[in-house]
């Protein structure tokens, strides 16, 4: 297992590495990311992951520091081909344990690009002391799983860790 860590804002648990351009199979099956800058003469990762299938999700901050007085935790989905267009963002949804929160009415859905890798992307963004509210005390880091509804009815979901720091 091969762990990446702040990555481009991106930490995944790696299942399976494949070599030669790399591509990163995440350990809770949602998908495939692949790194095109990557070579096994150079080595090193780029910095550029794409979805090459499936679902990615990262959450900022991805530090969340339970005495900070923020409004938000943001959530960046990107599905490949171009999927996060088919989002529906009222259903998007953040689980952390048995729990979960909505997005906040406060903030419009955002599509866009934010990683720059030309598939779309949708930017949502949680009430913090509601995300807040769902962290078990003591824990370090926890695991947060991001849940949507498609147009067309389907579903999709992808997880990220954040770090909890007082």
Known sequence: TLTVENL???SASIAQV???SLALLPADGSGVLFDPGFSAAT???SGTLLTAFGNATELSPH?????SSGLYVTAVIEVAG???AYIVPSSVKL???SGSVGVAGSFAPQLGDADGDTNADLKVKFDRAAVQALIPGGAS????TV???YTDGGTGSASATIQVVM
């Open 8 to 10: 481009n804002a991106t």
């Open 18 to 20: 494949a070599l030669g």
């Open 43 to 45: 080595g090193g990762i």
């Open 63 to 67: 530090t969340l520091k339970l005495s």
């Open 82 to 84: 171009g999927g996060a």
């Open 95 to 97: 689980e952390i344990g």
């Open 141 to 144: 880091s926890v695991t947060g």
């Open 147 to 149: 849940s949507w509804s």
